[in-house]
Nanobody, 125 residues
């Protein structure tokens, strides 16, 4: 069956960096658009970033562009999220997700067929 397994979360001080990874199995990884979402306590799950199947184009939540970078390695069936200049507002559970193709409403969770279990990121002030 399809599995998406996130890793790389943890506790970091404000201003620090983290790199999240999401390893995929059970699907033809290179055929899927991959996304990252995050959910803070008491809030809805929000779109963070998306990368196309070949990695040739990316989209970001406007407020995160310049600090976060999404990338993928199709040979390793892995998608990454590099997060820099972290602040306490970035504290959340981060999820990776897979969609079978690009949709105009790519920020909508319903477009993604598969989800990981999430990894906690905590940014201390």
């Amino acid at each position: 069956q399809v599995q998406l397994v996130e890793s790389g979360g943890g506790v970091v001080q404000a201003g620090g960096s983290l790199r999240l990874s999401c390893a995929a199995s059970g699907l033809t990884f290179s055929s899927f658009v991959m996304g990252w979402f995050r959910q803070s306590p008491g809030k809805a799950r929000d779109f963070v970033a998306l990368i196309s199947q070949a990695g040739s184009w990316t989209y970001y939540l406007d407020s995160l562009r310049g600090r976060f970078t999404i990338s993928r390695d199709n040979a390793k069936n892995t998608v990454y999220l590099q997060m820099n200049s972290l602040n306490p507002e970035d504290t959340a559970v981060y999820y990776c997700a897979a969609a079978p193709r690009y949709y105009d409403d790519y920020q909508s969770q319903r477009r993604y067929d598969y989800w990981g279990q999430g990894t906690q990121v905590t940014v201390s002030s």
